[in-house]
Antibody, heavy 112, light 104 residues
Framework: EVQLVQSGAEVKKPGESLRISCKGS????????ISWVRQMPGKGLEWMGR????????NYSPSFQGHVTISADKSITTAYLQWSSLKASDTAMYYC?????WGQGTLVTVSS | EIVLTQSPATLSLSPGERATLSCRAS??????LAWYQQKPGQAPRLVIY???NRATGIPARFSGSGSGTDFTLTISSLEPEDFAVYYC??????FGQGTKLEIK
C-alpha cells in the first residue's frame, strides 16, 4: 500500500527554525517526484515546490523560492520541508504529495 | 508563471443534477491538467489526471475534458458525497483557486 506519512503538528515562535518530514512507503521512492503544498486557514491550495528524490533536484514556485528549502534522503525514503526563520504568516497546513497520493498534512502554527 | 482560473467560484446544485466546473489556463498546458476533490478536514484526493483520465477508485460519473487552455470537470449525476471543493492543477504545479460545490 502506497503511503505518505507526515510528521506531527508543530507550534513555533516567530524567528524559529523548523523541518517537517514526509515518509514514503509501499513504492519505489526514487521513481516519483514529491511536491509540497501549502493551505492557509480557510484558503486554497498553493504549490510550493518539488523534489526528485533520485538526485535531489528541486524546483520551486517563485512565490516560495528563497523562503523554504525542500530536501530528501532516499536512504530513509523521506522528504523534508524546512524554514530557517518562521513568520506568523507561515501558519498553515502543509501537505506532501506524489501527487496521486497525499500525506495527511502537518499543521504548523507560528505564534508569539 | 501559468495562472489557472476556475469558474464559478461557487456552484449550488441538488443531488441528481449535473455539475460542470471550468478551469482556464493563461497559456497552453497541453493535457497536463489534474482535478482534485477536497472535503473539510481532509487531504485533497486526485479525481482526474492528464485532463481526462479517472484516477483509481473514482466513479464513472466523473469525467474530464479539454486541452490547451480550457478544461472541464463534469459530474453527471451528483451524489451527496460529491459536495466538496474542487481544484485544478497544471503540470503538478500551480493550482486554480477552487470551486466550491455546495448543496442547494
Amino acid at each position: 500500500e502506497v503511503q505518505l506519512v507526515q510528521s506531527g503538528a508543530e507550534v513555533k515562535k516567530p524567528g524559529e527554525s523548523l523541518r517537517i518530514s514526509c515518509k514514503g512507503s509501499g513504492y519505489s521512492f526514487t521513481s516519483y517526484w514529491i511536491s509540497w503544498v501549502r493551505q492557509m486557514p480557510g484558503k486554497g491550495l498553493e504549490w510550493m515546490g518539488r523534489i526528485d528524490p533520485s538526485d535531489s533536484y528541486t524546483n520551486y514556485s517563485p512565490s516560495f523560492q528563497g523562503h523554504v528549502t525542500i530536501s530528501a534522503d532516499k536512504s530513509i525514503t523521506t522528504a523534508y520541508l524546512q524554514w530557517s526563520s518562521l513568520k506568523a504568516s507561515d501558519t498553515a497546513m502543509y501537505y506532501c504529495a506524489r501527487p496521486d497520493y497525499w500525506g495527511q498534512g502537518t499543521l504548523v502554527t507560528v505564534s508569539s | 508563471e501559468i495562472v489557472l482560473t476556475q469558474s464559478p467560484a461557487t456552484l449550488s446544485l441538488s443531488p441528481g443534477e449535473r455539475a460542470t466546473l471550468s478551469c482556464r489556463a493563461s497559456q497552453s498546458v497541453s493535457s497536463y491538467l489534474a482535478w482534485y476533490q477536497q472535503k473539510p478536514g481532509q487531504a485533497p484526493r486526485l479525481v482526474i489526471y492528464d485532463a481526462s483520465n479517472r484516477a483509481t477508485g473514482i466513479p464513472a460519473r466523473f469525467s474530464g475534458s479539454g486541452s490547451g487552455t480550457d478544461f472541464t470537470l463534469t459530474i453527471s449525476s451528483l451524489e451527496p458525497e460529491d459536495f466538496a471543493v474542487y481544484y485544478c492543477q497544471q503540470r503538478s504545479e500551480t493550482f486554480g483557486q477552487g470551486t466550491k460545490l455546495e448543496i442547494k
